[in-house]
């Protein structure tokens, strides 16, 4: 596709994020895993840190079981957003990079807040050329290497 014949709007629907099915074997895993530190915890008289592990499993299991609601990501001359929660200007990004895969693509843009480093995005296989044309006429490609963080996310399943 030329850039002449982009046009001024891309929308897209797409899951907040990829679902990973969880099974009751993620779940028992993930309790006895909890019941190991609290014994630990027990063991060394840490208190507050059993506290911290309860509420945290709480958090994991309920998490464990959402599913991803549908968003509507627009992409204009001005920037994206996503759905009613959120727009970005171009400015606020120091380059993108398009993660293919096998279910879906993964828009990954990189903001210049360093605290949010990264801002990623399913992205459906059909619209990943014509954005990928879209926002190099604004920002530049870059290379994404998955941090540590990703990689233990899609081990536990998130």
Known sequence: MNNENLP??????APEFEYSYKGVGWYWTSILASIVLILISIWQ????????IIV????????????PKTIQFT???KGISI?????????DFQGF????????DELILKTKNRLHLYVKIVLPHSNREMVKQFISRHLPAMEYEESLHDHF???IGF
Do not use: D, M, P, T
Not at 45 to 52: P, Q, R, S, T, V
């Open 97 to 104: 990079h398009i993660k293919e895969s096998e279910s879906a």
């Open 75 to 77: 992409l204009n001359r």
């Open 45 to 52: 008289g840490n208190l507050l840190f059993i506290i911290f």
């Open 8 to 13: 001024e709007v891309i929308k897209w629907e």
């Open 56 to 67: 945290a499993e709480i958090l994991f299991v309920f998490w464990g079981r959402e599913y």
């Open 83 to 91: 759905g009613s929660l959120k727009e970005y200007a171009f400015e």
């Open 153 to 155: 996310s899609k081990l």
